[in-house]
């Protein structure tokens, strides 16, 4: 389904056909271990359902013809702060040779969970903000100064992990969505988390993180992944908190 011109998305990621662009957004490796510790034990099967998900949407790529030029993961491949573990080291070298199995070219925009790093950049390219043909991709969680320059048409960013409640009046769940709405008149696109354990913040209620959504976000627009390999239109939020 198209978010905007040109612009597709493809189950979590969004692929744009110009500039032959996939998109991600916090993977947060090392999730399972945080919670781990805190005495919360969870299946360790999260790794292998990146992956298989990844494939997925890479054979999606694949059988529609679509080339890949760059993959850009807009921060938080890593979860922890602090010590890197090994297991997490080792969860993120793995998904990045797969990753350059369909792509050479990774670029990791650094997130606030990118702190201690340098394993990342030994293995692919870390930079603060990434800008190609009137698109700036950034991670979100503080607005720099290029992001308001007149050269900038779209903005991407992560961080947030935006998602919303749906309901049949029995049970309540969460579906990730990408956001789509205006920030000083540029297109604003907030990407989900593709880790399955952070299901996201609902952004119908609540504080939401992200500088860029301190505003009113009643005009954004809503594309829900309820499931794998589904993709649907909700309209407005506006829209959505009337119901």
Known sequence: ??????????????YFKKEKILAFSDFHFGYE???NAKGIFVPRHQFADIKGRLKNIFDKLEKKKYGLNKIIITGDLRHEFGFVSRQEMNDISEILRFMKNYCETIIVVRGNHETMAGFIRSRTELVDEFFTDGVLFL???????????KDVKIIVIGHEHPAIKLTDKITTEKAKIFLKGKWKRKTLIV???FNPLAEGTDVSAGKLLSPFLKQNLSNFEAYAI?????VMYFGRLKKLNKN
């Open 1 to 14: 389904m198209e978010i905007l011109k040109d612009v597709e998305i493809i189950d979590l990621a969004l």
């Open 139 to 149: 991670h979100g969680d503080v607005i720099p100064e290029t992001a308001k320059h």
């Open 191 to 193: 990407l989900p988390s």
């Open 226 to 230: 309820p499931e794998e390999n589904n």
């Open 33 to 35: 271990e945080m919670l």
